[in-house]
């Protein structure tokens, strides 16, 4: 039969399982992984690790959601320990040995901080940022390692569920698309129900050292919060409400 065994991953998607079901059972899910499967039989490594490809679901519960946000495909590099720069959450690099931030998530941070008009200290581990709502996926959710966009497109089938038929029941949840691959994902968005945002994908800033322009995008989603009657987001993670895992 072409369908997953469904029961492995409600660990996986945490609280959003439910909500995923039917998608995780189509055929094209199972061909997804088919294909992922073939490429290890090959010997082609796949970042990040299965285990993590939807963590950025299980960190930010759906009671949580406030903002969607989707970047172009996952760090496709490896640390000389053996561990993925990705780690299942878009633009975090939590397995860093030395903490240190990927140059397109320093340069995140650098563009985010003139946009709120606050100091923000680089944080590698943007973990914090889904536990509030913060919901970070990439267009592409992994790659071949050290090949940058080798899998993109393949995981579109998901994001026309995800913003067609999941997106909609989040009436005013703002969604932002970064880069021009993520900006292909516009044509499934229903913007009467989510407004959507375009803006540059850090990494081409960061190549040019320049300043990350935002647009003013961040502090447009903590406007859109505020007047939503929900909590706006602590992009700083000094509050410790932030640094409590909800799970």
């Known amino acids: 039969m072409s369908q997953l065994d469904l029961e492995k991953f409600k660990p996986a ?22 294909e992922l499967k073939e490429l290890s039989r090959q010997g082609v490594k796949v970042t990040p690790k299965s285990s993590d490809l939807w963590r950025f679901f299980k960190e930010c519960p759906p009671s949580m959601l406030k903002v969607v946000i989707i970047g172009m495909d996952a760090y496709p590099g490896m640390y000389r320990n053996g561990t993925f720069h990705a780690d299942g959450i878009a633009f975090s690099n939590s397995y860093s040995p030395d903490g240190k931030c990927q140059p397109s998530l320093n ?10 008009g606050i100091e923000l200290e680089n944080k590698h581990d943007l973990k914090f940022l889904a536990n509030q709502g913060v919901l970070l996926g990439n267009r592409a ?16 089938f998901f994001w026309e569920f995800f913003l067609q038929e999941i997106m909609p029941g989040f009436n005013g949840v703002p969604i932002i ?5 993520a900006q292909q994902l516009r044509r499934y968005c229903f913007e009467f129900a989510n407004p959507v945002f375009q803006i ?31 909590e706006t987001i602590d992009w700083t993670g000094k509050n410790p409400a932030t640094e409590q895992d909800p799970f």
């Open 13 to 34: 998607l945490g609280d959003w399982f439910f909500k995923l079901e039917k998608i995780f059972a189509s055929k094209q899910m199972y061909d997804l992984y088919q």
């Open 107 to 116: 340069s995140f941070w650098e563009g985010l901080s003139e946009d709120l």
């Open 141 to 156: 959710l992994a790659c071949k390692l050290n090949k940058t966009g080798s899998l993109m497109g393949q995981f579109d």
């Open 177 to 181: 698309l970064v880069g021009k691959d």
């Open 200 to 230: 540059t994908h850090p990494s081409f800033a960061a190549r040019k050292n320049e300043t990350w322009d935002t647009e003013k995008v961040f502090s447009k989603v903590q406007t859109i919060l505020k007047h939503n009657n929900n």
